[in-house]
């Protein structure tokens, strides 16, 4: 390892270090040896060092670094230790470029200006440190959760601040590509007002609709469709995460609900006068706030339509109806289960292009399947 | 028919009439239809009630009733209509149970109590009205979208009042289970709290939700994920219906909102001083109510995990994993598709039992996917 001095850096100069062996830091350590990309990874938890070394197929001692120095310093530590640990990595590994992969950008970036002002940072150290946020996770933590193709195909949010380095962004950049991801830029400001709207606001919103549900007797519960089941399936997240998470972008969040709380007086006072044109005005920007979101695969919004299927509950019976959708030629865009609460089948929902909705219904039919547009 | 005067009614002295014929009411006339059961339909819009007759293979003039009286009237007009059709109907087939299926019960009982105190009603019909709720629908709406199995497997709520007859209430029984649906007896205002929680409240939240994304830059929307796409698809739903529904249950709704209201205060000021344990209590709070939703037919929630597996984005890939998985003898009980923003393929989360999930992702690498628990 001759490393930075005598030539642009590369990932491919590794060793890369990753700090933090929770389900990002050791699925970013795995995916990195997929590709013979030389990783190691710290923990000050042993346990969760020692297990990841497993999933590594390392013995524990091994795994720390041991001479050569890392290009790369990935910091995957919970949302509130950001900015200490980025701050450490780069006093401690002055020669390499540091990222994190939390979920919120500015707090910890104002952290380390702070810290530099303060002079417990040097601020000749900041263009090494580009932030940046993998668009992967799951409702699971820890390294036990950790697999290699965590990013395959996903979003990473690249977000260089105001000094960052070119090279440094460039490195980042090719850290998320090994990891199987597509790098995406954003300014730091802007990647926090995306992910308040589209990811913080939605897991408040889902965990106060599920709030209201705790102390609901079994007969209301009974009533739950599929509706409520996915308004509220996000927020059987880890609170503790979520809870920094929130925390940290509190400014962009505190915006957005202070317009919620806006939206549900006018509801309120709306529904108390009966004033009926007002509450259609808020289901009105719903639907086309809904409407907004993108197709798949970032195209303007392709024109779907629910096919319904009724399949009894037992192994093969969905696979055997997806054969025959599939031997029809047709590409399924997405798919409901509707759990049925008092009868041993269930119903699917396949979203299909509009126009080959009502010829899939009827070929199913044909075949002896109970659907319907 | 010589009917309801010499022996108990029962369904199969039809004729049945259904009035309105829209997505729910046409699918009823299909579904008897289907049972041999004699049915009409009848709307005052002649475009509807044309294609309700095409639908059951009729000629328009054949469709509205003849000469024989109705056993059973289902009034299946939009919720501002329902109290006024149902007194009509009470007084206009006075040999018939009626009953309705609207989204809220407790506001149509009010308005024709009401009138029978204003004497524009009979009190001595009212033991001939029982209300119901099938608990189906679609975000399509109107004749085109019905189907004769759009209730098959479906909760049926049916909600006798204080005076309904044990003989009306057998009827709507029957006619739930004559659709293919399971009665499920519930009091009027026990099911009006019990939609506002699980239905109307989710709907608004996804509504509020949505409203937030509606001016959203695309760059923002880009980052969309599975979590927000989740919250906010019922917000789709047609905004005119949906603010009847909601005017109709508005007391219930503006407990509940109320609620929210407090809660989206608590969390502006525990965001505002930075007190983390108030967010953590609210996240906590979200996380038991979703776990309190009752499991797949109405069991214990079952442990699920979610296996993560990436295909390409072609007709046919979807179809032979669900093939695999079914040949594995492991049961699906969920799945979402994840709708990548940069990539042709999609990330497809299978939920299966805990017990089946190390050993399906195992199985599924050694066949060539991208599969992870």
């Known amino acids: ?69 890392p290009v790369l310093v990935v910091v995957a530590t919970p949302p509130d230790t950001l900015a200490a640990v980025i701050s450490a990595a780069l006093r401690d590994h002055p020669g390499a470029v540091v990222t994190d992969v939390g979920s919120v950008k500015l707090r910890p970036l104002a952290e380390l200006a ?11 150290d900041l263009p090494r440190y580009v932030g940046s946020h993998p668009m992967a996770g799951s409702e699971r933590s820890g390294p036990l959760a950790s697999a290699a193709d965590l990013f ?47 990811s913080h606001l939605p897991h408040l919103m889902a965990a106060l609709t599920a709030g209201a549900l705790r102390d609901a007797p079994p007969a209301h519960l009974a009533l739950s469709g599929q509706g409520v089941r996915d308004v509220t399936r996000i927020a059987a997240g880890d609170p503790v995460l979520w809870r920094q998470i929130v925390n940290a972008n509190s400014d962009a969040l505190q915006a957005l609900l202070g317009e919620v709380r806006r939206n549900v007086d006018e509801l309120l006072s709306s529904l108390d006068a009966g004033d009926a044109g007002r509450v259609e005005a808020v289901l009105l920007a719903g639907a086309a706030g809904a409407a907004a979101i993108p197709g798949k ?52 929902e396949i979203d299909v292009a509009a126009a080959s909705g009502e010829q899939l219904a009827g070929s199913l039919r044909a075949g002896g399947w109970a659907a319907h547009r």
Chains 1, 2 share one sequence.
Do not use: K
């Open 1 to 69: 390892m001759t490393g930075s001095a005598q030539r642009p850096a590369a990932l491919a100069d590794a060793p890369v270090l990753v700090v933090g062996a929770g389900l990002i830091g050791t699925s970013i350590a795995l995916a990195l040896n997929r590709r013979g990309i030389e990783v190691h990874v710290e923990d000050v938890d042993p346990v969760h060092a020692a297990v990841a070394a497993s999933r590594l197929g390392r013995i524990p001692p091994d795994l720390a670094l041991a001479t050569a120095e």
């Open 114 to 124: 702070a810290a530099a002002e303060r002079g417990s940072a040097r601020p000749a």
């Open 152 to 198: 395959d195909g996903r979003t990473w949010a690249i977000t260089p601040h105001g000094t960052s380095a070119p090279a440094a962004v460039s490195i980042v950049e090719s850290l998320a590509t090994a990891c199987g991801a597509v790098a995406v830029q954003l300014a730091p400001d802007d990647h926090d007002l995306a992910v308040a709207r589209v």
């Open 297 to 348: 695969h970032g195209g303007p919004p392709v024109q779907l339509v629910p096919v319904t299927v009724a399949i009894p509950d037992r192994p093969g019976a969905l696979a055997q109806l997806f054969s025959e959708v599939g031997a029809l030629g047709v590409n399924i865009e997405d798919v409901r289960i509707d759990h049925d609460p008092a009868r041993a089948y269930g119903i699917v």
